[in-house]
C-alpha cells in the first residue's frame, strides 16, 4: 500500500497521507515521498495543492512506533522534516491543508506550514509534543507564534491541550470550519476557486508574504514593489484588467 | 566568435553571459578566456561605462571544470593561465557587476566576488565546496570571502562547505541586493546603467580607491583618496558637472 497517494485534476494536487490505521502517523517513508511529491508539484500544471489525510483524520504526528526500542538522533531524522517543511513553504502556490478528526504534533506542524487550512468541525488539534517531553518540531516553534502570539503558542506548546475546530478558528490557527458532513465538497470548492484564480500571482503573494516575517519596513517596500512588477507583467494582470473593462468574469491561467 | 559566452551590449553597458549550460557554466580555462577577452574589449570600448557579468537563471557558475582540473598537472596549471585570466579581470577600471541567480560555487562564487557589486536574485546561492576535491579556492576566494563576511563565517563556509543562501549573503554583506528571480538581470542592468552614466573619469578613480581600501592603512587610503580626488578635481568633467548643477541641467561628461 502506497503512504502517500497522489491525485492530479483541474490544476489541483491532492497529496493524501495514507496509513489511516494509525491515523497517518509519520514515518520516514511517508515523509520522503512527501518531500519528492512536494518537488513535482513545482510544475506548471500545478496550481493549488491540498494536503489531507485518510480515513478517521489528518495526521497524527511522528510514528513513535518507527523508532521504538532504538536510540536515534533526533537532530539527523529532523532533516527528513525540515526538506518537506521547507517545500511547502517555499513552493509558489497555495497549498490548503484539510484538516478532519485529529491533527497532533508534527502533524499539525506540517499544517501549519501551509498556506490556508480549512477544519472540518469534528476536527482536533494539538501539539502534543510535551506530553512526551519534547519540544514542538517540523517548523512549529516558527509558525505558531506567527499565528497566535507568543503568549498563546507558548501555552498551546507546553500544556498541549486538545484544540477544537471552533476553538482553533477563533485562535486564528485554522481559517475555516466547515459541517463535517459538507468538509469534503467545501475543500473541493475551495481548492477549485483557488485553482482557477492567478495561482502565479499567489505565488508572487506567497513569497511576498514569507519574506516579511524577517524584513524590515523599507526592505519590504523595495521587495514588493519588485515583485509587483513581476506581477504586472504577468498574463493573468492583463487578463485581469481587461476582463474589469469588459464587465466580465476574468478567464485566468496562472501565467 | 566566442563558443562559451555570449556578448550584448545594452546603452551603455556591456554584458556577458556565460553560456554552457550543460556544463553548469563550468569556467574552465577556455572561458575564462574569452570571458577576460570580451571585458577588455568593452574596457577599450568608448561607448561603455560598466559591464555585467551574468550566467542563466538556474547558475549562475558552478564552479572549475572538474573534468578539466583531473587532467592538469601541477606543471600546466604553475604556467599561470587562470591565475592570468582572473588577474585580467581583477585589473579592469570600469565598473564590474556580477548578477547571480542560481549556485555560484566554487570558482562562479570567486568570480562574482571579484566583481565590484553583486546584484543577486532570491534562488541565488553561495558557496566553496572546493574542499570536498581535496583543493581549496583558488581564484581569491580565501581572501575575498574572508575579507567581506569576516574570518569565521568564512572558514565554516571553506572548511565545512556551508552554503550562503540569497538573504544570509545579504545579511553579511556579500551581496548589494537581493531581487525576484525573474528580474535580477534587468535590475543589474539598469544598475550598470545608473552607474555607466556617471562620470567615467570619477568612477574609475572612485573604485580604484575602493578597492585599494582594503590593502591599506587608513593614513595611506586617505593619501591615496586625496591624489585620485585631485585628479578628478583637475578633470573637465568636473567643471562640467558643477556648472551643470549650479545651473540645473543634465551634465554631459566627456570623460577626462
Same mark, same amino acid.
Not at chain 1, 56 to 70: K, N, T, Y
Given at each position: 500500500?502506497?503512504?502517500?497517494?497522489?491525485?492530479?485534476?483541474?490544476?489541483?494536487?491532492?497529496?493524501?497521507?495514507?496509513?489511516?490505521?494509525?491515523?497517518?502517523?509519520?514515518?520516514?517513508?511517508?515523509?520522503?515521498?512527501?518531500?519528492?511529491?512536494?518537488?513535482?508539484?513545482?510544475?506548471?500544471?500545478?496550481?493549488?495543492?491540498?494536503?489531507?489525510?485518510?480515513?478517521?483524520?489528518?495526521?497524527?504526528?511522528?510514528?513513535?512506533?518507527?523508532?521504538?526500542?532504538?536510540?536515534?538522533?533526533?537532530?539527523?531524522?529532523?532533516?527528513?522534516?525540515?526538506?518537506?517543511?521547507?517545500?511547502?513553504?517555499?513552493?509558489?502556490?497555495?497549498?490548503?491543508?484539510?484538516?478532519?478528526?485529529?491533527?497532533?504534533?508534527?502533524?499539525?506542524?506540517?499544517?501549519?506550514?501551509?498556506?490556508?487550512?480549512?477544519?472540518?468541525?469534528?476536527?482536533?488539534?494539538?501539539?502534543?509534543?510535551?506530553?512526551?517531553?519534547?519540544?514542538?518540531?517540523?517548523?512549529?516553534?516558527?509558525?505558531?507564534?506567527?499565528?497566535?502570539?507568543?503568549?498563546?503558542?507558548?501555552?498551546?506548546?507546553?500544556?498541549?491541550?486538545?484544540?477544537?475546530?471552533?476553538?482553533?478558528?477563533?485562535?486564528?490557527?485554522?481559517?475555516?470550519?466547515?459541517?463535517?458532513?459538507?468538509?469534503?465538497?467545501?475543500?473541493?470548492?475551495?481548492?477549485?476557486?483557488?485553482?482557477?484564480?492567478?495561482?502565479?500571482?499567489?505565488?508572487?503573494?506567497?513569497?511576498?508574504?514569507?519574506?516579511?516575517?524577517?524584513?524590515?519596513?523599507?526592505?519590504?517596500?523595495?521587495?514588493?514593489?519588485?515583485?509587483?512588477?513581476?506581477?504586472?507583467?504577468?498574463?493573468?494582470?492583463?487578463?485581469?484588467?481587461?476582463?474589469?473593462?469588459?464587465?466580465?468574469?476574468?478567464?485566468?491561467?496562472?501565467? | 566568435?566566442?563558443?562559451?559566452?555570449?556578448? !550584448?551590449?545594452?546603452?551603455?553597458?556591456?554584458?556577458?553571459?556565460?553560456?554552457?549550460?550543460?556544463?553548469?557554466?563550468?569556467?574552465?580555462?577556455?572561458?575564462?578566456? !574569452?570571458?577576460?577577452?570580451?571585458?577588455?574589449?568593452?574596457?577599450?570600448?568608448?561607448?561603455?561605462?560598466?559591464?555585467?557579468?551574468?550566467?542563466?537563471?538556474?547558475?549562475?557558475?558552478?564552479?572549475?571544470?572538474?573534468? !578539466?582540473? &583531473?587532467?592538469?598537472?601541477?606543471?600546466?596549471?604553475?604556467?599561470?593561465?587562470?591565475?592570468?585570466?582572473?588577474?585580467?579581470?581583477?585589473?579592469?577600471?570600469?565598473?564590474?557587476?556580477?548578477?547571480?541567480?542560481?549556485?555560484?560555487?566554487?570558482?562562479?562564487?570567486?568570480?562574482?566576488?571579484?566583481?565590484?557589486?553583486?546584484?543577486?536574485?532570491?534562488?541565488?546561492?553561495?558557496?566553496?565546496?572546493?574542499?570536498?576535491?581535496?583543493?581549496?579556492?583558488?581564484?581569491?576566494?580565501?581572501?575575498?570571502?574572508?575579507? &567581506?563576511?569576516?574570518?569565521?563565517?568564512?572558514?565554516?563556509?571553506?572548511?565545512?562547505?556551508?552554503?550562503?543562501?540569497?538573504?544570509?549573503?545579504?545579511?553579511?554583506?556579500?551581496?548589494?541586493?537581493?531581487?525576484?528571480?525573474?528580474?535580477?538581470?534587468?535590475?543589474?542592468?539598469?544598475?550598470?546603467?545608473?552607474?555607466?552614466?556617471?562620470?567615467?573619469?570619477?568612477?574609475?578613480?572612485?573604485?580604484?580607491?575602493?578597492?585599494?581600501?582594503?590593502?591599506?592603512?587608513?593614513?595611506?587610503?586617505?593619501?591615496?583618496?586625496?591624489?585620485?580626488?585631485?585628479?578628478?578635481?583637475?578633470?573637465?568633467?568636473?567643471?562640467?558637472?558643477?556648472?551643470?548643477?549650479? !545651473?540645473?541641467?543634465?551634465?554631459?561628461?566627456?570623460?577626462?
Amino acid at each position: 500500500m502506497e503512504v502517500l497517494l497522489r491525485e492530479a485534476k483541474d490544476g489541483i494536487l491532492t497529496l493524501t497521507m495514507n496509513r489511516p490505521e494509525t491515523i497517518n502517523a509519520l514515518t520516514t517513508e511517508m515523509l520522503r515521498e512527501l518531500g519528492k511529491a512536494i518537488k513535482e508539484a513545482s510544475a506548471p500544471e500545478v496550481r493549488v495543492v491540498v494536503l489531507q489525510g485518510a480515513g478517521r483524520g489528518f495526521c497524527s504526528g511522528q510514528d513513535l512506533r518507527e523508532f521504538a526500542g532504538q536510540r536515534i538522533s533526533y537532530k539527523n531524522h529532523l532533516r527528513n522534516y525540515r526538506s518537506v517543511v521547507e517545500g511547502l513553504a517555499g513552493l509558489e502556490k497555495p497549498v490548503i491543508a484539510a484538516i478532519h478528526g485529529a491533527a497532533a504534533g508534527a502533524g499539525l506542524s506540517l499544517a501549519l506550514a501551509c498556506d490556508l487550512r480549512i477544519a472540518s468541525a469534528d476536527a482536533v488539534l494539538t501539539t502534543g509534543f510535551s506530553k512526551i517531553g519534547l519540544i514542538p518540531d517540523a517548523g512549529m516553534n516558527y509558525h505558531l507564534p506567527r499565528m497566535v502570539g507568543y503568549a498563546r503558542a507558548f501555552e498551546l506548546a507546553v500544556l498541549s491541550g486538545r484544540i477544537k475546530a471552533e476553538e482553533a478558528l477563533a485562535l486564528g490557527l485554522v481559517n475555516r470550519v466547515v459541517p463535517t458532513e459538507a468538509f469534503a465538497e467545501e475543500v473541493a470548492h475551495l481548492a477549485r476557486e483557488l485553482a482557477q484564480g492567478p495561482t502565479k500571482t499567489y505565488g508572487l503573494i506567497k513569497r511576498a508574504l514569507r519574506r516579511s516575517a524577517s524584513a524590515s519596513l523599507e526592505e519590504m517596500l523595495e521587495y514588493e514593489a519588485l515583485l509587483q512588477e513581476v506581477a504586472g507583467r504577468s498574463e493573468d494582470h492583463q487578463e485581469g484588467l481587461q476582463a474589469f473593462y469588459e464587465k466580465r468574469p476574468p478567464r485566468f491561467q496562472g501565467r | 566568435m566566442y563558443e562559451n559566452i555570449r556578448v !550584448e551590449t545594452h546603452g551603455q553597458v556591456g554584458l556577458v553571459r556565460l553560456n554552457r549550460p550543460k556544463q553548469l557554466n563550468a569556467l574552465n580555462t577556455a572561458t575564462l578566456g !574569452e570571458l577576460a577577452q570580451a571585458i577588455g574589449a568593452f574596457e577599450q570600448d568608448g561607448g561603455i561605462g560598466a559591464m555585467v557579468i551574468t550566467g542563466n537563471e538556474r547558475v549562475f557558475a558552478a564552479g572549475a571544470d572538474i573534468a !578539466e582540473f &583531473q587532467q592538469t598537472s601541477l606543471a600546466e596549471l604553475m604556467r599561470g593561465l587562470r591565475a592570468d585570466q582572473y588577474e585580467v579581470l581583477r585589473k579592469v577600471r570600469k565598473p564590474l557587476i556580477a548578477a547571480v541567480s542560481g549556485y555560484a560555487y566554487g570558482g562562479g562564487c570567486e568570480l562574482a566576488m571579484l566583481c565590484d557589486l553583486i546584484v543577486a536574485s532570491d534562488t541565488a546561492r553561495f558557496a566553496q565546496p572546493e574542499i570536498n576535491l581535496g583543493i581549496i579556492p583558488g581564484g581569491g576566494g580565501t581572501q575575498r570571502l574572508t575579507r &567581506q563576511v569576516g574570518k569565521y563565517l568564512a572558514m565554516e563556509v571553506i572548511l565545512a562547505g556551508r552554503v550562503l543562501s540569497a538573504w544570509e549573503a545579504l545579511q553579511h554583506g556579500l551581496v548589494n541586493r537581493v531581487v525576484p528571480v525573474e528580474l535580477y538581470l534587468e535590475e543589474a542592468l539598469e544598475l550598470a546603467q545608473t552607474i555607466a552614466e556617471r562620470a567615467p573619469l570619477a568612477a574609475r578613480l572612485a573604485k580604484d580607491a575602493i578597492n585599494r581600501a582594503q590593502d591599506m592603512s587608513l593614513e595611506h587610503g586617505l593619501g591615496l583618496e586625496r591624489s585620485n580626488f585631485l585628479i578628478a578635481f583637475g578633470s573637465e568633467d568636473k567643471q562640467e558637472g558643477t556648472s551643470a548643477f549650479l !545651473e540645473k541641467r543634465k551634465p554631459q561628461w566627456k570623460g577626462r
